[in-house]
Nanobody, 123 residues
């Protein structure tokens, strides 16, 4: 079993930055990828980006060049650095973990989820 806990959300002005953290615990040896998703108000949850255990990253187009995912393997923690934030980035951000291989952009690819952390970007 794996537990995932996010932290670091908050309120920020447009153009500002925020860093989210995601700590995994439990049977982390079997994990292949950690992903970030978000759910804007009134919308469905969507893929933001992911990082493999080898450090390979993949991002959704709207966040490319603004968001960066990194990891500290020793701490079993991944980070989502968000720069140049826009009001449309307002959402609950979720961290997720998976033991699968492949494209890994779908919600169904991830078995382990955090509780989510709110990010609000004011205009």
């Amino acid at each position: 079993q794996v537990q995932v806990v996010e932290s670091g959300g908050g309120l920020v002005q447009a153009g500002g930055s925020l860093r989210l953290s995601c700590a995994a615990s439990g049977d982390t040896v079997s994990l292949t990828t950690m992903g970030w998703f978000r759910q804007p108000p009134g919308k469905e949850r969507e893929f933001v980006g992911r990082i493999s255990r080898h450090g390979n990253t993949d991002y959704e187009d709207s966040v490319k060049g603004r968001f960066t995912i990194s990891r500290d393997s020793a701490k079993n923690t991944v980070y989502l650095q968000m720069n140049s934030l826009r009001p449309e980035d307002t959402a609950v951000y979720y961290c997720a973990a998976t033991t699968r291989l492949g494209w890994l952009r779908r919600i169904s690819d991830y078995a382990y989820w955090g509780q989510g952390t709110q990010v609000t970007v004011s205009s």
